[in-house]
């Protein structure tokens, strides 16, 4: 008699912001990608460097999160190829997917009127994680947040994205940090996470003008180049164009955007970055850079670019990539602070290089470490 065949791992992803752009983008992205819909452009782990790092399979990826917003994701991503930002047909095409992934969105906060404590919505945020693992019989599950910015703390209590870290600490799950906000950053939360055992990941998707600043800073640092200034703007509509109209929260999005060039230049130039809400383009945003600079004998020069992307489209392969690198690296026991995934990030965590290349050089040595056979 053969034996029962051993059906592969499931792993759970529970996305804070769960009706949002970005999410809704990853769970429609993910349902197309395994069904051959369209290619895994944008998808670092699908490169070769990462084939032998036994990665869960995008397949074996259930989603489910928290959110505020009551917009089922299947009428979301109608509204997202209405813009352009999913392929025409694609959300009638992965519509089960959709749905499957709301039927597993549990009610997020606190809302207006909520009056349960810190402790009281932190265990009610865990009790919706450990449910959903259990009752879908997931091996583990990675909690990423993808909500909107919130602004930075003012005191002592824990804003919304720290209570979303703190249950998804105590519920056993891998926390990763797409945002600015402060999540695991709180530092009321620096016991819990240097306890919990669980690998964790920065904070803030590098998708567009500081990728681009990562690059850049580094080219001029080493070619010996003297920046003078480096002004940006950034003109973005969609969830993120009207929270970032809050000037706390542009700051605390702004903070990473100059972290790294102060990192890769060893000074801060003059200039500042500017964020503009543009209702009109929806998910697309406009990222322009002025750099001022000096080079041999003094000769002024400049350089200017201007990056146009779609933000839901440029995150949403980054969240599966983090998923999926927490999900192996807590497979294979690894804990703490990852700072080899600061690839992926402009705040990232431990100590990690600032340059975008000698950060890729160590999240393709993080793959192979992931493929070997103790992992630790």
């Known amino acids: ?39 895994p452009t944008g998808l670092v782990t699908e490169t070769p460097a990462f084939a032998r790092s036994g990665l869960p399979a995008l397949s074996s990826l259930v989603f489910g999160g928290h959110d505020t917003l ?51 919505l932190i265990a009610a945020f ?87 600043r990562s690059v850049l800073g580094p080219m001029f640092a080493q070619r010996a180049l003297d920046v003078r200034a480096w002004s940006g703007t950034n003109l973005l509509g969609g969830g993120d164009g009207a929270a970032l109209a809050d000037p ?26 500017h964020i503009d809400d543009v209702p009109a383009l ?20 400049v350089l200017q670019t201007i990056w146009q992307g779609c933000d839901s489209a440029l995150a949403a392969p980054l969240v599966l990539d983090l998923a999926r690198l927490l999900a192996r690296a807590h497979e294979r026991g690894l804990s703490g602070p990852r700072p080899e995934l600061a690839f992926f990030f402009k705040d990232p965590v431990g100590d990690a290089p600032a340059s975008l290349a000698e950060q890729y050089a160590e999240l393709e040595r993080f793959a192979r470490r992931l493929s070997e056979e103790d992992g630790r």
């Open 1 to 39: 008699m053969s034996a029962p065949r051993q059906l592969p791992p499931r792993v759970g992803v529970w996305l804070i912001g769960a009706r949002g752009s970005v999410a809704t983008t990853v769970v429609a992205g993910c349902a197309a990608l395994t069904a051959g819909l369209r290619p």
């Open 70 to 120: 009551d917009c089922p994701l299947p009428k979301r991503a109608e509204q997202l190829a209405a813009g352009g930002v999913l392929p025409p047909g694609l959300p009638a095409a992965v519509e089960a997917e959709l749905a499957a992934a709301e039927r597993e969105i549990r009610p997020g906060g606190p809302l207006p009127g909520d009056t349960r404590d810190e402790e009281e």
């Open 126 to 212: 865990a009790t919706d994680l450990r449910d959903f693992v259990r009752r879908l019989g997931l091996d583990r599950a990675v909690v990423v947040n993808v909500a909107s910015t919130e602004p930075a703390p003012t005191g002592a209590a824990l804003p919304a994205s720290s209570l979303y870290a703190a249950a998804a600490l105590r519920a056993g799950c891998p926390y990763v940090n797409f945002t600015p906000s402060t999540g695991l950053h709180h530092p009321g939360l620096a016991g819990l996470a240097a306890s919990s055992g669980l690998p964790y990941g920065g904070r803030d998707g590098k998708t567009g003008q500081t990728l681009l």
């Open 248 to 273: 706390a929260a542009a700051a605390a999005k702004n903070a990473g955007k100059e972290r790294v060039l102060a990192d890769t230049l060893g000074t801060v130039p003059e200039g500042q970055v």
């Open 282 to 301: 929806g998910d697309w945003k406009t990222a322009w850079d002025h750099v001022a600079f000096d080079g041999f004998l003094g000769t002024r020069m």
